[in-house]
């Protein structure tokens, strides 16, 4: 129980454009998930916390902007970044909770920006 | 904000031998998540620790909650191959366990 399953799992954009990065549980519903971003061989970085029917909570310097999540349904959160750059090409990682301290990952997407 | 370390941050092993890591906090913890990150993977939770003094096994896998809350280990018996990758402890931020901060990693190589 309790899976994560995010989509795509690897992704090239041009400049410019937007991509769609989803993240469903498919067994449980989650009233909280959370979207993180990961550079080469460092740590999971917090990026915001989506709460299902409410404005996500972003981390201090991530631009809202930039990284719009929705959090319509108890089953899935997304995260569009938005006129992609370069920099933002990096590792994003979604996760749900579930139970107390039950927390379960998605296996990632990797944004490429060319 | 809370803080974690973790040591070693890297380390090359033969297969067979054990393992030692730990994570220290600047804070005190109420609970200690292990994670295990495969490359190009999200992490995969694998020991969860709710008191000080818990000792809990998964497998080969062995953790403990340091008694004074501020630290952790994680101890691997008789590695083998997929045990690679990077193992990161995790506690929560705040006292209602909304999210976690992550330690920097500790990133295990196993060689044959």
């Known amino acids: 129980g309790a899976v994560v399953s995010q989509h795509p799992s690897r992704v090239i954009c041009k400049s410019g454009t937007s991509v769609k990065i989803e993240c469903r549980s498919l067994?449980?519903?989650?009233?909280?998930m959370f979207w993180y971003r990961q550079f080469p061989k460092k740590s999971l970085m917090l990026m915001a916390t989506?709460?299902?029917?409410?404005?996500?909570?972003?981390e201090q310097g991530v631009e809202k902007d930039k990284f719009l999540i929705n959090h319509a349904s108890l089953t899935l959160s997304t995260l569009t970044v938005t006129s992609a750059h370069p920099e933002d090409s990096s590792f994003y990682i979604c996760?749900?909770?579930?139970?107390?301290?039950?927390?379960?990952f998605g296996s990632g997407t990797r944004l490429t920006v060319v | 904000g809370q803080q974690l370390n973790q040591s070693p941050q890297s380390m090359f092993i033969q297969e067979g031998e054990d393992v030692s890591m730990n994570c220290t906090s600047s804070?005190?913890?109420?609970?200690w998540l292990w994670y295990k990150q495969d490359p190009g993977e999200g992490p995969v939770l694998l020991i969860a620790?709710?008191?000080?003094?818990e000792l809990t096994s998964n497998g080969r896998l062995t953790a403990q909650f340091g008694i004074t809350r501020k630290d952790s280990f994680l101890n691997i018996s008789a590695s083998i191959p997929s045990d690679v990758g990077i193992y990161f402890c995790?506690?929560?931020?705040?006292?209602?366990?909304?999210?976690?901060?992550f330690g920097p990693g500790t990133r295990l190589s196993v060689l044959p």
């Open positions: 620790l709710y008191k000080a003094g």
């Open positions: 067994d449980f519903q989650a009233t909280t």
């Open positions: 995790a506690g929560p931020r705040d006292n209602y366990g909304q999210n976690f901060v």
């Open positions: 989506s709460n299902e029917g409410s404005k996500a909570t972003y």
């Open positions: 804070s005190i913890f109420n609970t």
């Open positions: 996760s749900a909770r579930w139970g107390r301290y039950g927390y379960t």
